[in-house]
Nanobody, 114 residues
Framework: QVQLVESGGGSVQPGGSLRISCEASGFTFSSSAVSWYRQAPGKEREWVCRISSMNNHANCANSVKGRFTISRDNSKNTVYLQMDSLKPEDTGVYYC???????WGQGTQVTVSS
């Protein structure tokens, strides 16, 4: 069955960096687009970035553009989210999502605080 397992979350100071990962299984990873979403306390889940299966085309929300980079390694069935220049408002649970499906990972907590 489809599984998405996030890892790499943690606590970091403002201005710091963190890389989170999403390891996938149970489907043809190289043919699938994958997204990252996040949910801050008391707020709705919001889309962060997506990477396509074709040409690794990536795009991100304006709120993280220039600071976050999404990438993938098809040999490891893994999608990464490199987060730089982190701000307190980046705090939340980050979820991996298989594009155009109901499959989500369990989430990984990212906390940006001094």
């Amino acid at each position: 069955q489809v599984q998405l397992v996030e890892s790499g979350g943690g606590s970091v100071q403002p201005g710091g960096s963190l890389r989170i990962s999403c390891e996938a299984s149970g489907f043809t990873f190289s043919s699938s687009a994958v997204s990252w979403y996040r949910q801050a306390p008391g707020k709705e889940r919001e889309w962060v970035c997506r990477i396509s299966s074709m040409n690794n085309h990536a795009n991100c929300a304006n709120s993280v553009k220039g600071r976050f980079t999404i990438s993938r390694d098809n040999s490891k069935n893994t999608v990464y989210l490199q987060m730089d220049s982190l701000k307190p408002e980046d705090t939340g649970v980050y979820y991996c999502h298989l594009f155009q499906t109901d499959y989500w990972g369990q989430g990984t907590q990212v906390t940006v605080s001094s």
